[in-house]
């Protein structure tokens, strides 16, 4: 976590603040917005639904959408200017604020409440359980993730010590798991969608074991701008807010046929039954928040995992990095 702030910080300090879009109108008179996403996936539905069906538009406003490819990469284009708004898990705007970042990311709605990913095993296993994974090898997530420590918080939750109790390969690359899980020895691998899927099409992997359904409700991936911005731009902020609500409501409202159908131009290199598919698997699980209302309870549970895999030393202010926009 220390050396991933780090870098983030310095970088703030050494490039220039790029006014990535802030204000600046399109030819329609919309206002452009760079929205910078930690992956691209199913996972994040009502985002995509919110795109397709032209939410942002009758907000006013012009959504350019990128990819960071992790949490620390997104955090960096948010603190750099070369995003408005980033979208990550929340993990991340605590260690920056915990490192004394001045312009730091707050955070105004949350999308997930549970986590997106999955357990894969090399063999289908039909009665698991997570004692299963003792002495394993694990393809594993970046150490202060929330993919990693999400499946720390299982493991201990089921007295499986994630340090001695098995191996953890922590040293693949953020969306390059599955293709060295087909490649390895690794006994396990935790993979979000398409991926999980993917694999199991393909005969290279099972879905062992849900890490939403055994975590519980947390507050998986939100969405933050940096201080300064929230402070200036309260419109924008609460208009984007009102078009992911609309792309909740429908998600939480709509079959998964129909939800997939929406999408599907998202996906475009996967099949319309491969995508229903994975969004019934996360409608199943509620995976989706049924507004975007980023409670205390949620925060202090996020820090909670925080501090029990050893990423933060205490706890910092729901104030200071949560706002709920006013309408």
């Known amino acids: ?5 780090s870098f983030i910080l310095m970088f703030s300090l050494s ?34 639904v919110a795109i397709e069906k032209g939410y942002f538009e009758e907000e006013g406003l012009d959504l350019e959408l990128t990819t960071g490819y992790g949490a620390d990469k997104t955090m960096t284009a948010l603190i750099s200017g070369d995003a408005d708004i980033g979208f990550m898990g929340s993990e991340a705007s605590i260690y920056a604020y915990a490192q004394g970042q001045k312009d730091y990311a707050v955070n105004f709605a949350q999308l997930t409440q549970r986590a997106g990913n999955f357990l894969i095993s090399r063999e289908p296993i039909e009665n698991f359980s997570w004692d299963m994974l003792k002495g394993s090898y694990v393809v594993g997530g970046r150490a202060g993730g929330m993919p990693q420590m999400v499946f720390e918080y299982i493991l201990k939750k089921h007295n499986i010590n994630p340090k001695s109790d098995l191996q953890i390969d922590q040293n693949i690359d953020f969306g390059l798991t599955a293709a060295a899980f087909t490649s390895n020895n690794a006994d396990f ?8 899927t993917l694999l199991e099409q393909e005969g290279n992997g099972y879905v062992a074991a849900s890490l939403g359904e055994a975590s519980g409700y947390v507050p998986y991936t939100a969405y933050c701008a940096k201080k ?26 709509h079959s998964a046929s129909e939800i997939a159908k929406v999408i599907a131009p998202q996906f475009k290199e996967t099949d319309i039954k491969t995508i229903t598919a994975i969004v019934e698997r996360y409608a199943g699980q509620s995976t989706w928040k049924t507004d975007t209302v980023f409670t205390e309870k949620s925060f202090n549970l996020l820090q909670n995992i925080l501090i029990e895999a050893g990423e933060l030393k205490e706890k910092v202010p729901y104030d200071d990095l949560v706002t709920i926009p006013a309408k």
């Open 1 to 5: 976590m220390k050396r991933n702030l």
């Open 15 to 48: 490039i220039p603040l790029l006014l990535s879009g802030c204000g600046k109108k399109s030819a329609s008179g919309s206002t452009h917005i760079v929205l910078n996403e930690v992956a691209h996936s199913i996972f994040y539905a009502p985002q995509y």
């Open 189 to 196: 691998t935790i993979e979000f969608e398409p991926h999980a």
């Open 228 to 253: 300064s911005y929230i402070e200036k731009n309260p419109e924008i902020i609460l208009k984007f807010t009102a078009a992911i609500q609309k792309g909740l409501d429908y998600v939480n409202n």
